[in-house]
C-alpha cells in the first residue's frame, strides 16, 4: 500500500490564482479528511468525508472546496488564493488508524 | 469548547537521557486520545492510541499515559536517540455525528536530541 499520497509537495501561488491540491488513498478507507497546519499551531480541519459523494465543512472552510466522486481520491480546491491561505496542509484517511499524508506546502504572494 | 494544551512548547536534551511531554485536554465526549510524531516537513505518525480504560501504552521507548480523570496524558520517552528529534502532538477525539471521531489537535511539543 502507498498510504496516503499527496500532490504537489509545494506550490507558490500568485493572490487570486486557483489550484487544486491532490489526495489519494489505497486503503479503501471511507473517511477522509484535510487539514491545514499553520507554524507553531496545531492541525485545522477544513473539510472531511465519510464516503463517496458526502462531504461537509469542518473548522476552517472558507475558501476551500472538495469533492469525493470516488473512495480514492478527495482533492481539495482553492478558488481564489489568499495569503492567509498560506500553510502546510495535510490530507487523512481513517480506517482503524488514521494516516496521514506528507502534506503540501503552499505559499501564496 | 474543545481545547487541547501541550507541554512544554519545546524541549532539548541530551541523547539517552528521558524527558516528558504533557498534554491537558477538555474533550467531550471523550473517544479515544492519540499522540503523533511529526518529522520536519513530514506528515504525523501514530505513536499510541488510548481509550477511556486504558491507563498506559508503549510503543517502543515511547510509552504515554492517561488518566480520564484529570484529563491528562503524557509522552515519556526513553533513552533519547538523535531520532527522535520532531514535533510530538497529542491528539484528543471526540465521538460525534456522521464524522465519527472529532479530533482536536495539541500544538505540539518540539523536541531537540543533541548529541
Known amino acids: 500500500n502507498a498510504g496516503v499520497t499527496q500532490t504537489p509537495k509545494f506550490r507558490i501561488l500568485k493572490i487570486g490564482q486557483s489550484m487544486t491540491l491532490q489526495c489519494a488513498q489505497d486503503?479503501?478507507?471511507?473517511?477522509m479528511y484535510w487539514y491545514r497546519q499553520d507554524p507553531g499551531m496545531g492541525l485545522k480541519l477544513i473539510y472531511y468525508?465519510?464516503?463517496?459523494?458526502?462531504?461537509d465543512k469542518g473548522e476552517v472552510p472558507n475558501g476551500y472546496n472538495v469533492s469525493r466522486s470516488t473512495t480514492e481520491d478527495f482533492p481539495l480546491r482553492l478558488e481564489l488564493a489568499a495569503p492567509s491561505q498560506t500553510s502546510v496542509y495535510f490530507c487523512?484517511?481513517?480506517?482503524?488508524?488514521?494516516?496521514f499524508g506528507p502534506g503540501t506546502r503552499l505559499t501564496v504572494l | 469548547k474543545n481545547q487541547v494544551e501541550q507541554s512544554p512548547q519545546s524541549l532539548i536534551i541530551l541523547e539517552g537521557k528521558n524527558c516528558t511531554l504533557q498534554?491537558?485536554?477538555?474533550?467531550?465526549?471523550?473517544?479515544?486520545l492519540r499522540w503523533y510524531k511529526q518529522d520536519t516537513g513530514r506528515g504525523p505518525v501514530s505513536l499510541t492510541i488510548?481509550?477511556?480504560?486504558?491507563n498506559t501504552k508503549s510503543n517502543g521507548r515511547y510509552t504515554a499515559t492517561l488518566d480520564a480523570d484529570t484529563k491528562q496524558s503524557s509522552l515519556h520517552i526513553t533513552a533519547s536517540q538523535l531520532s527522535d528529534s520532531a514535533s510530538y502532538i497529542c491528539v484528543v477525539s471526540a465521538q460525534v455525528g456522521a464524522a465519527g471521531n472529532k479530533l482536536t489537535f495539541g500544538g505540539g511539543t518540539r523536541v531537540l536530541v543533541k548529541p
Open positions: 468525508s465519510v464516503g463517496a459523494g458526502i462531504t
Open positions: 488510548m481509550t477511556f480504560s486504558e
Open positions: 498534554c491537558n485536554y477538555t474533550v467531550s465526549p471523550f473517544s479515544n
Open positions: 487523512a484517511s481513517r480506517g482503524p488508524r488514521q494516516f
Open positions: 486503503m479503501n478507507h471511507n473517511y
